[in-house]
């Protein structure tokens, strides 16, 4: 046990040296106010780091708290939400703002309670909870996945990972009793920019010579993602192509569906009414768009929700 504990201190040690000289410096790690940190996190899921710095501030100067973003119109946020992708986080963000307006106006403390707001799953309710609120919690996202996976275990490829609850009882036994918000923010600069998906740089990693996995792993081939599509295209790209083209058109207004038809996807025709009609109700569903009149495609007109 003596040595599981010196080997354990020896990492932090390594790790957080590492961190004081080559950690990001991102604007969320200069607060602790919970609506910018959960704004960040919310932003950082599926996006690249570059894209949220170049969006996080005009989205701040444009909804500055979460009773401002409360008031805002839906697709108030959605239109701002522009070049983020993914735009469910935005209605879903929106919700979260307005279900805590009706509960006092505060991102509740208690890990539990922040989990049954819209939006909030595990990994932002521990991100929360830690660096906004200073809790001694392990954050266990993608890049930290990783890197706990190939330190822990040998990996076979580079896209190999140990099972994520495996990974949270390895990050929760590491987390160190001091320095543990540095700690969580070194592990997921380590697997950003060292410890990376495809080409770790396994050389310049200061935690190499624990690392069950080096020169161990193979590049891993990278496999199709199979989704539903049009034309080899995914549909998701579409959706954000049909959102993008009502962002464009002037506030309020409704356009012809059949018109975006013709805007997301050449060569456009009668035989893709249905499809697009699956489009539009998924959107519609999720909170995006409001959809107008029934019956055949072109009679009904789309706008912002």
């Known amino acids: 046990m003596r040595a599981k504990d010196t080997k354990r201190r020896s990492l932090a040690a390594h790790v957080l040296r590492w961190y004081a000289r080559h950690g990001r410096d991102l604007p969320w ?3 602790s106010e919970p609506y910018r940190i959960l704004l960040s996190e919310t932003m ?7 894209r949220v710095l170049e969006k996080y501030p005009a989205f701040l100067n444009r909804f500055p708290s979460l009773p401002a973003l409360a008031r805002a119109p839906r697709s108030a946020v959605v239109h701002a939400w522009s070049g983020m992708g993914y735009n469910n986080r935005a209605v879903r963000l929106h919700r979260l703002a307005l279900r805590v307006v009706q509960n006092g106006g505060t991102l509740p403390r208690d890990p ?3 989990h049954r707001l819209p939006g909030v799953g595990a990994y932002t309710r521990d991100a929360v909870c830690a660096f906004a609120y200073r809790r001694r919690v392990p ?3 993608v890049n930290v996945r ?9 990996m076979r490829d580079t896209a190999s990972l140990l099972p994520e609850a495996e990974v949270r009882r390895i990050a929760a036994e590491l987390l160190p009793e001091r320095r543990y918000y540095a700690w969580n923010q070194a592990l997921m600069d380590l697997g950003a920019t060292v410890c990376t998906a495809r080409r770790p740089a ?3 990693c200061p935690v190499a010579r624990h690392c069950r ?5 193979r590049e891993a081939r990278k496999k199709p993602r199979r989704e539903p599509s049009m034309r080899g295209v995914p549909n998701r790209i579409y959706r ?3 959102v993008e083209e009502l962002r464009r058109a002037p506030r309020g207004r409704a356009l012809p569906a059949a018109m975006l038809g013709r805007r997301i996807l050449p060569g456009f025709g009668e035989a893709q009414h249905r499809w697009l009609g699956g489009i539009l109700a998924g959107l519609e569903r999720d909170g995006l768009v409001r959809v107008r009149g029934n019956g055949a495609l072109t009679s009904r007109k789309v706008s912002l929700a």
Do not use: F
Request: glycine share 12%.
């Open 240 to 242: 954000g192509r049909l």
């Open 112 to 114: 539990a309670a922040l």
């Open 44 to 50: 950082l899921q599926q996006t690249q780091v570059a």
């Open 139 to 141: 954050v266990v996202d």
């Open 146 to 154: 990783r890197v706990l996976s190939r330190l822990s275990g040998r």
């Open 213 to 217: 996995s080096r020169g161990g792993m």
């Open 202 to 204: 396994c050389d310049t």
């Open 29 to 31: 790690r200069h607060t």
